[in-house]
């Protein structure tokens, strides 16, 4: 966590808020990790399921219960775009979607493919449950050109300079990382019935 770019400009350091909002998805059963001979964690993919909401529903606004002022304004980013952005929209048939949370490698072991490796886990469990689309929120260039190059594609961009709170810039993490970008993939191979499942 401490390599992610806004992770980083704020300074966010040591925060048990964050720790726990990043491994609340594991009891999804869908993350996956790569580890060494010895049993040594080299990378993780943090994944979670999305479920379509109701039609009434009020998205929750997760940085309203938080107190830790850094990590705050990291959740009133993804408030944010939760508010502008519902990927259900562009999927009208679909009631489950795979949100890919976290996806890190020990510095010691990047440009291996270790990224690449666990996306494709990802996708082969998706195929494997019947979920046709994966979801991820990229605050990092670095990540997001990992997706592209697995053939992901952008259906959402704030810029972060574009995004303000009562006139301020909240966000300025150092180039390339300019914007926060969602990207999806989809499983073009699943037998799914007209509402998504199987």
């Known amino acids: 966590l401490q390599d992610e ?5 704020l300074n966010i350091g040591e925060c048990k808020e964050l720790e726990e909002f990043s491994l609340k998805c ?12 010895d049993n040594e ?3 993780v ?3 979670s ?9 009020v998205p929750e606004k997760a940085a309203d219960d938080c107190e830790h002022p850094k990590f705050k304004k ?12 519902n990927i259900f929209d562009l999927y009208p048939e679909t009631d489950v979607i795979l949100d890919g949370k976290i996806v890190s490698v020990n510095t010691n072991y990047r440009g291996m493919g270790i990224a690449g490796l666990l996306t494709e886990k990802t996708l082969q469990y998706m195929r494997n449950h019947n ?4 979801h991820v929120l990229c605050t990092s260039h670095y990540s997001a050109r990992v997706l592209e190059k697995l053939g992901f594609h952008e259906v959402y961009r704030l810029n972060y300079d574009d995004y303000k709170v009562n006139d301020e810039i909240v966000l300025k993490p150092s180039e390339p990382h300019v914007a926060a970008r969602i990207l999806v993939k989809e499983i073009a191979d699943l037998k799914t019935n007209s509402n998504g499942k199987a």
């Open 5 to 9: 770019p806004i992770n980083t400009f």
């Open 26 to 37: 594991l009891k999804d059963n869908c993350s996956y990790k790569a580890v060494t001979k």
């Open 41 to 43: 964690i080299i990378g």
């Open 45 to 47: 993919f943090l994944n």
């Open 49 to 57: 399921l999305i479920h379509r909401p109701a039609v009434d529903a």
């Open 74 to 85: 990291v959740l009133g980013l993804m408030d944010y775009i939760e508010e502008n952005f």
């Open 131 to 134: 979920i046709p689309v994966m």
